[in-house]
Nanobody
Framework: VQLVESGGGLVQPGGSLRLSCTTS????????IGWFRQAPGKEREGISC????????YYSDSVKGRFTISKDNAKNTVFLQINSLKPEDTAVYYC???????????????????WGQGTQVTVSS
């Protein structure tokens, strides 16, 4: 099982990025996929996760209305479109896979067994 994030970078406030999580070694339909982020000195937080079918998703209050999670099973890739970026969105962004039960609420770090190495997003003018 492997997950590789890409798409991070330096962006000005108000800008947008599209993060990608390319997966291999497993079938997306059988896993809940989550996006997490960790800012310096802070705990890793779950910001968005997607059910196995892709029909249900969760967004934390801090990103709701600005971030959109989606997936392309044919490309084995999960996306996170992030808009209206703010300086407080600066963090390392991780994707993770949970092979257990389907999405049933929030994204909790302990539920996810497989993690990517992260991609840095920096929001600064």
């Amino acid at each position: 099982v492997q997950l590789v994030e890409s798409g991070g970078g330096l962006v000005q406030p108000g800008g947008s990025l599209r993060l990608s999580c390319t997966t291999s070694g497993f079938t997306l339909d059988y896993y809940v996929i989550g996006w997490f982020r960790q800012a310096p000195g802070k705990e890793r937080e779950g910001i968005s996760c997607l059910s196995k079918s892709g029909a249900s998703m969760y967004y934390s209050d801090s990103v709701k209305g600005r971030f959109t999670i989606s997936k392309d099973n044919a490309k084995n890739t999960v996306f996170l479109q992030i808009n209206s970026l703010k300086p407080e969105d600066t963090a390392v962004y991780y994707c993770a896979a949970d092979p257990g039960s389907d999405l049933h609420g929030t994204c909790q770090v302990p539920e996810y067994d497989y993690w990517g190495q992260g991609t840095q997003v920096t929001v600064s003018s």
